[in-house]
């Protein structure tokens, strides 16, 4: 089946920390891969996306890569701010499955100032 | 925002009553997800649809039901509330497989 796993939260830095959070899945077919955002009290926001392998995904900062020999695709920024403190999921989609995202458990990461 | 309202964003309601969520777009999507967020399970997937009056099962469909009559209203109904499904309900929005989804501002619901 299709699946994501996360690391477990929380993860505490201190602000202008490097930052990784790691994600990996498993899928029966051939996914596109997602990070979400959620601050708290919203909704989930899409961060950044890559449709197929090697392919680098970036936004505010974060990036990440499309591993297919490692089935990854962890998050990195090379300078957190306070702001960033939040709940990053990592998702996959995959196309003869309706379009539907599955989930991983999510990953809270708090920045001290 | 992505156009995406959901009502009401707050609900206490006790056990054994039906509840009626409600999922509404502006954006004319053709699919919409109902997703329920519960500590160390992330999202799971309740139930979507594809189109009008086209629905399916998610992972965690059982005491869900939905409705879809207009392309932007997508209702989800606990037919009789249980204290597990004391959650925070997410609905999303997309325009197409592959696309992203776009997600609603959440309904936290009390099963009391």
């Known amino acids: 089946g299709n699946s994501v796993t996360q690391m477990e939260g929380p993860v505490t830095l201190s602000e202008e920390a490097f930052l990784t959070i790691n994600c990996t899945y498993t899928a029966t077919g051939y996914p596109s891969l997602f990070w979400y955002v959620q601050y708290p009290g919203e909704g989930l926001q899409l961060l950044l996306k890559a449709t197929k392998a090697d392919d680098k995904g970036s936004n505010k900062g974060f990036e990440a890569t499309y591993r297919k020999e490692t089935t990854s695709f962890h998050l990195e920024k090379g300078s957190v701010q306070v702001s960033d403190s939040a709940v990053y999921f990592c998702?996959?989609?995959?196309?003869?499955?309706?379009?539907?995202?599955?989930f991983g458990q999510g990953t809270e990461l708090s920045v001290k100032p | 925002d992505a156009g995406i309202t959901q009502s009401p964003r707050h609900k206490v309601t006790e056990t054994g009553t039906p509840v009626t969520l409600r999922c509404h777009q502006t954006e004319n999507h053709r699919y919409m997800y109902w997703y329920r967020q519960d500590p160390g399970h992330g999202l799971r997937l309740i139930h979507y649809s594809y189109g009008v009056k086209d629905t399916d099962k998610g992972e965690v469909s059982d005491g869900y039901s939905v409705s879809r009559s207009k392309t932007e209203d997508f209702l989800l109904t606990l037919e009789s509330a249980t204290s597990s499904q004391t959650s925070v309900y997410f609905c999303a929005i997309s325009e197409g497989v592959g696309s992203p989804l776009h997600f609603g501002n959440g309904t936290r619901l009390t099963v009391t």
């Open positions: 998702a996959l989609s995959v196309d003869n499955q309706g379009g539907k995202l599955i």
